[in-house]
Nanobody, 124 residues
Framework: QVQLVESGGGLVQAGGSLRVSCAASGRTLSRYAMGWFRQAPGNEREFVAA????????YYADSVKGRFTISRDNAENTVYLQMNSLKPEDTAVYYC?????????????????WGQGTQVTVSS
């Protein structure tokens, strides 16, 4: 199985940018489609973005489209989420997840492996 570790979270002002990373170990990342999800206090976990095994296909939640970019470097076994024009409502714990079937999907229950999350806080 694959182990996922997120990093890069922090505190940023509204309008700023942040890049979070997800490093994989145990198995090569290219075996999996990958997704980013987030969860704010009191809210359910919500889909943010997903990317295919090769990186050629991406999918975004409407709330982040045009502001966030998901990418991957399979040679480095790492997936990234570049977040621009951040808003206070983007504040959440951000999780990466791996999907063994290679599907670029937004449904959390379809993902098989999850990281522990990294906190992103956007101040107004």
């Amino acid at each position: 199985q694959v182990q996922l570790v997120e990093s890069g979270g922090g505190l940023v002002q509204a309008g700023g940018s942040l890049r979070v990373s997800c490093a994989a170990s145990g198995r090569t990342l290219s075996r999996y489609a990958m997704g980013w999800f987030r969860q704010a206090p009191g809210n359910e976990r919500e889909f943010v973005a997903a990317i295919s095994r090769s990186g050629g296909n991406t999918y975004y939640a409407d709330s982040v489209k045009g502001r966030f970019t998901i990418s991957r470097d399979n040679a480095e076994n790492t997936v990234y989420l570049q977040m621009n024009s951040l808003k206070p409502e983007d504040t959440a714990v951000y999780y990466c997840a791996a999907e063994t079937g290679g599907r670029v999907v937004s449904t959390a229950r379809l993902y098989d492996y999850w990281g522990q999350g990294t906190q992103v806080t956007v101040s107004s």
